[in-house]
Every structure is written in C-alpha cells, then in structure tokens.
C-alpha cells in the first residue's frame, strides 16, 4: 500500500529585518541553572548586565545547598534612546531566594536613569503606593515604608512598574512585590514609543508522506538565538524541517526568526517562559510559564502552538492536568550541549534512530548547527524522511489505526 497523508502547515510569510542585539542563553541541565539576559550593543548597560550576572552565578557556583538557579528579563525599547531592562533572580538552595535588579540607560546621555528622570512629580503618589502595599501584604515594615524609595523599575508597553524587596518589607513572602502604575497617568519627562501591531496574512501548504516511509522529527530546544537562522537555512537547503520549542522571554528579540520558522515549513512548541523547573512550581507558577509563552509566540506570529516539552524534561501528571497541551519529549538525545562535538553529536544520534524517533538538539549554541548538515544526509542516506512532531504524532495515529 502507498497512501499519501497530506499534512496541513499554518505558514505566516512575512518579510524580516535584522537586528544586532541578542539574547545570551546559559543552561546547565545537570545543574538546573538557567540564565537568560539580553545583549544589547549599549557598552556601558551591556557591561553593567554581565557584571550582574556574573556575580550571582558565582554566589550561586559556592552555596554547598545549590538545587536551582533561574535569571530572566524583562526587556522594553522605550524610545530610540531609552533602553528599560529588569531582572528577576530565583536561587533555590535550602531556602527559596527572589532578587530584582533592573536598569533603564539613555543611550544618547550614556547614563543610567533614575525614576526622577522619568516621571514628575511621582512622591504625589507616594499614599496611594503606601495604600496599595499595605492593603495587599498587611504585615508591611511601617517604618520601611515611611523612607521608601522607588530604586527598582521597568517600563512596558501601558505600565511603569515598581519593585519592592519582599525582605525589606518584612513579608515572610518569598516573591517579588511589585505595582503597576498606568503610563497614562503620569506626568512623564520621556516619550513613549507605542508597540505597533503586525497584520499577518496566512498559506497552507502540504507535505505528502508514504504509510511506508521512514520518518523522524528534529527538535531543538531553548532558543531562538544568533544560530537558529542558520539552522533553518541548513533545514530549508535540505528539504528538512524541524520542530522548534521556543522559551518565551527570547521571543520579543527573535519574533523574525520565529516567523522565519513558520515561512520555512516548521513547527513552533512552548517550552515555558522562563526555563523553571516545573515540578517546584505552584499551579499558578506552571501556568503562568506556559501562558505568558503562548501570547507572547502568538502577538509575534499569529501562531498558537499545541505542543508543549517541559523544561529539563521535567514533569508529572499533575502538571499535565494544569494545560490542554500535548506534552512531548524525545527517545534520541543528541547531547550536543554536553559533548560540544560533530563526531560525538552523530555518534549519539544515528546509531539510535528507528523510524518514528524524535531527536532531541538545542539551538542556544553552535554545537547543533555544525552537526545538523552531516546529520541530515545520513538519514536521508538511510531512507529517512522528516516531519515535524504534529506530523508524526498524526503520522503515527494513522498507521497505527
């Protein structure tokens, strides 16, 4: 028998830019570290990030308890000048740490900018902030509040938002307080450059396989990043295709490439926000991962995805109860983060793929991409041919039915 199954892609064709920032990407599977901080081409703020980061990483590398560490951004152009970026820090040792640090430069006066700079007049709000932290966490330090002070902001699309140190306040609360204040009540002394959204327009194209081929999904986690293009161009010389699980707070640097992906005849998958641990996570938690991560692909693209692969492979049932995604992880593991080696990349994957296999790569380093060529001749050479994971999932059904 050789029925063809005709499988449908949503493609989003778009036209792309490029940009010179990036995101830098640090996960250690086996340490459960994950850090994420964007580099922005602004010397001064690029050098004051990396010393941030650099410096709790090391704090973290000589705690004798360390179970987990997770550094992620927020990240807003506010203007042509005014870069606003905040970070949030969670070390898990024998306690649970929260820390927030942000910046906001102005690239034209090469200076970092205080809340004064920003908005005038602010201490006229100074009742209402007292008010709203005391109606919310009623055991706030009075005396703190008395001498606040606003040192930690980010500013986003409708609101400034202000960051309290939850010990400072003497909350036995272990995450981060903050308030959101709307933009358009504010006397600001900056401009604010509004988002503007994209209309996209939509192709369905088709994919014919044999019930008697032999198929393989290539997956690639934790990016996108500066080599994700050139995987898809490898992908796209090769008649190839993968199947792409994005952490969300990359997307608003890479929405081209993300777009790129979809024009390209891929797939997109959430692989949560942040890169947390899951199973410590609180339904809330796990939900806000994997929420955030699909508005913010689907403002980007017009693209929702329905696959979901947890973050460190990490999960239980519970978890599953808490999303109608369809959870999926892989049979090869490619290990490219680990051996940081063509050879030893094949090595791992090809002895072991049967048809059905889903290879398991990363695109956050150029491990993937150098072994990606070579990898794909010798399956083709074998009689492979490749499908993203929908496809195979549905391929799978079908020939099993």
């Given amino acids: ?133 005391l109606k919310e966490y009623q055991n706030v330090d009075m005396e703190y509040l008395n001498g606040i002070s606003y040192e930690y902001f980010t500013i986003g699309d409708e609101n400034l938002t202000l960051y309290f140190n939850p010990t400072l306040l003497n909350l036995d609360y272990d995450e981060i307080v903050h308030l959101d204040i709307p933009l358009n009540s504010l006397d600001l002394l900056i401009d604010i450059d509004k988002t503007q959204s994209n209309d996209y327009y939509f192709n369905i194209k088709k994919r014919n396989i044999d019930l008697d081929d032999k198929v393989v999904a290539l997956t690639f986690d934790d990016g996108p990043s500066r080599y994700t293009e050139g995987i898809l161009d490898i992908l796209k010389k090769n008649d190839a295709c993968g199947t792409f699980f994005i952490i969300g707070n990359k997307v608003e640097f890479y929405g081209d490439v993300l777009r790129k992906m979809l024009e390209y005849n891929n797939e997109i998958g959430n692989h949560t926000y942040d890169h947390k641990y899951l199973t410590r996570l609180s339904e809330s938690e796990f939900k806000e991962e994997v929420n955030k991560t699909q508005e913010v692909i689907k403002k980007e693209t017009g693209y929702s995805p329905t696959l979901f692969r947890p973050s460190y492979g990490g ?67 074998d009689g492979y041919k490749f499908v993203t994971v929908s496809e195979l999932l549905e391929f799978e059904k079908i020939r099993d039915s």
């Fill in 1 to 133: 028998m050789n029925l063809k199954i005709p499988f449908l892609i949503l493609l989003c064709l778009l036209t792309f830019g490029c940009e010179n920032k990036e995101i830098k990407t640090y996960i250690k599977d086996d340490d459960f570290v994950s850090i994420s901080y964007p580099v922005t081409n602004i010397s001064f703020l690029d050098e004051a990030i990396s010393s941030y980061i650099t410096k709790v990483k090391a704090e973290f590398d000589l705690n004798r308890n360390k179970k987990e560490l997770n550094i992620s951004y927020t990240y807003k152009e506010v203007n042509d000048d005014i870069v606003s970026v905040g970070f949030q820090t969670e070390i898990i040792t024998d306690k649970k740490i929260n820390k927030i640090k942000t910046f906001t430069y102005n690239r034209k006066s090469n200076k970092f900018l205080t809340l004064d700079d920003i908005a005038k007049d602010l201490n006229v709000f100074d009742d209402d902030i007292k008010k709203s932290l």
């Fill in 315 to 381: 999960y239980n049932d519970t978890l599953k109860s808490y999303t109608d995604l369809k959870f999926v992880l892989w049979d090869v593991d490619s290990r490219d983060w680990s051996v940081k080696s063509k050879d030893r990349i094949l090595k791992n994957v090809l002895p072991n793929v049967k048809s059905g296999s889903i290879i398991l790569m990363h695109d956050n380093h150029e491990y993937a991409l150098n072994a990606l060529e070579d990898m794909i001749k010798s399956l083709k050479d």
